[in-house]
Nanobody
Framework: QVQLVESGGGLVQTGGSLRLSCAAS????????MAWFRQAPGEEREFVAL????????YYADSVKGRFTISRDNAKNTVYLQMNSLKSEDTAVYYC???????????WGQGTQVTVSS
């Protein structure tokens, strides 16, 4: 069982930056691929970025490529999402997910709200 807790969301102006964190419980964090998803009001949850257990593989949605960076610190059981050049369309609740295989996430956090105002 893995418990995930996101933090770092908030209100930011267009063009600003935020760094989200997702802290995980357990001793086997490095075994899990991690991902960030987001869900805007009235929309389906969409993929944002993923990172493999070792951090050697990362992948981004086209909409955030070049602006967002996913990283992890396995010693701290934490995955991060650095978000730069934020746009109003980045406004959403951001969730982190964990799974033993890339693309299959079975554990989820409660989400953190990101609001980008113009």
């Amino acid at each position: 069982q893995v418990q995930l807790v996101e933090s770092g969301g908030g209100l930011v102006q267009t063009g600003g930056s935020l760094r989200l964190s997702c802290a995980a419980s357990g001793r086997t964090f490095s075994m899990y691929a991690m991902a960030w998803f987001r869900q805007a009001p009235g929309e389906e949850r969409e993929f944002v970025a993923l990172i493999s257990g070792t951090g050697g593989i990362t992948y981004y949605a086209d909409s955030v490529k070049g602006r967002f960076t996913i990283s992890r610190d396995n010693a701290k059981n934490t995955v991060y999402l650095q978000m730069n050049s934020l746009k109003s369309e980045d406004t959403a609740v951001y969730y982190c997910g964990a799974g033993l295989k890339i693309g299959t996430y079975v554990y989820w956090g409660q989400g953190t709200q990101v609001t980008v105002s113009s």
